[in-house]
């Protein structure tokens, strides 16, 4: 399997290209500001977010099927790959905000590591709908129905504020 290093290497994104990059995703100073400011209150809060996320994706059959059969294939019980996704996605989410504390780099390291993980789907076989789907979730982060969390907070990190008066 090839190492997070030999993708980005054989991708040849460059510094201009990843640059780019964080323009198209728009990672300004005052988002990565932003993602500081609610960092502790995420750190909190991510736990029962990952568990939400996890629930919603196991409700459905063609994604629970999916999760069932790669628990059988590698011998390891359903709630037994439930703990490793959850665990796994834990600080996966809270790398965002524990990287904007760091100074908001979300350079080469980061990147590596983000297309580690797009590399582990692809090689599982994990329909692209699903993945890309599934990116929904994080933007819905906080729901207004649920005021403990972030409310839009991922989809717009610059109006953040009222959850953690909230929380
Ligand atoms: C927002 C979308 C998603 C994110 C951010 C995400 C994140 C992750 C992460 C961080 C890992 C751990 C990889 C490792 O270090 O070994 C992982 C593994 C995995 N993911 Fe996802 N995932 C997403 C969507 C999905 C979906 C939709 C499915 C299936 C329906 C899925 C199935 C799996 C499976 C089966 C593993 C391997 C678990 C293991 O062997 O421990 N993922 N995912």
Not at 144 to 160: A, Q, T, Y
Request: hydrophobic share 35%.
């Amino acid at each position: 399997m090839h190492t997070a290093q030999s993708i980005g290497g054989s991708l040849h994104i460059t510094e201009q290209g990843l640059a780019l990059r964080k323009q198209f995703l728009r990672i300004t100073p005052e988002r990565v500001q932003a993602l500081c400011a609610v960092s502790e209150h995420m750190e909190q809060v991510a736990p029962q977010l990952v568990r939400e996320f996890y629930d919603f994706q196991f409700q459905f059959p063609e994604t629970a099927y999916f999760f069932n059969q790669y628990a059988q294939q590698r011998g390891i019980s359903l709630s037994t790959l439930r703990q490793r996704l959850e665990q796994a996605q834990l600080q996966y989410f809270l790398e965002i905000f524990r990287e904007a504390k760091r100074g908001g780099d979300f350079g080469s390291a980061f990147l590596e590591k983000r297309l580690r993980i797009g590399y582990i789907h692809n090689e599982i076989n994990l329909p692209m709908k699903w993945y890309l789907g599934s990116y929904a979730l994080y933007q819905d982060a906080g729901s207004p129905s649920s005021p403990k969390r972030c409310n839009n907070l991922l989809s717009d990190p610059l109006n953040p504020p009222k959850m953690l008066d909230e929380s």
